[in-house]
């Protein structure tokens, strides 16, 4: 089955107002950055956002921010967005903040079919407020749901018309859970390959958890933070 759409507005084009999407990537790397911009030409409103991080105040997620189209954020990261702090402050957004190795294994959760799991993380904080809580080897442990959603963006280094994917370096964080943890998930590729060109055992996402598959025509390869030292 050929999964390859012509351009990213055709692959959104499918996601209604209200949508839950995963994003991939960590700060400005494996982001699905072609398809966040069409996202945000095609106008689609109170969306609920589950990434990583907030991106930046004019790149990543932040053009949806500035233009309200998230009605709320799940992230484990957001300090770099001086909108998201605005909103936030404001009480204009809903935030649920998740540790970050919650966070994946959440959806990796979602991924395998599992109905929940413990953790240490978080327990005696705020984050444990009324969830179940349990004891075990003398350490206190409490239950995490699964974390799913309607749509994931995902990008990949490469990919071939199957939907196989494979992710480069840092871009392997997130992306790979968040392909199985949706039930509609949208890849966008730096390069399109045909099937049988990638090794089957160098593939991170096998193209079964994959619906369609863009190629992205430029990447910027942004930094997130530039520091200096004269």
Known sequence: ????????????????D???IMMGGFGLCGIPEHLIAALHRRGTKNLTIVSNNAGIDQFGVGPLLHSRRIRKMIATYVGENKEFE???????IEVELVPQGTFSE???????????????????TLIAEGKESRVINGRTYILEAPLDADFAFVKAWKGDRLGNLVYRKT????????ATAARHTIAEVEQLVEPGAIEPDAVHT????VKRIVQGPAYEKRIEKKVTRG
């Open 1 to 16: 089955m050929n999964k390859v759409l012509a351009s990213a507005d055709e692959a959104v084009a499918v996601i209604p």
């Open 18 to 20: 209200g949508a839950t």
């Open 86 to 92: 605005r909103q936030f402050l404001a009480k204009e």
């Open 106 to 124: 959440r959806m990796r959760a979602a991924g395998a079919g599992i109905g929940g799991f413990f953790t240490p993380t978080g327990a005696g």
């Open 171 to 178: 871009s392997r964080n997130f992306n790979p859970m968040m």
């Open 206 to 209: 096998p193209g079964i958890f």
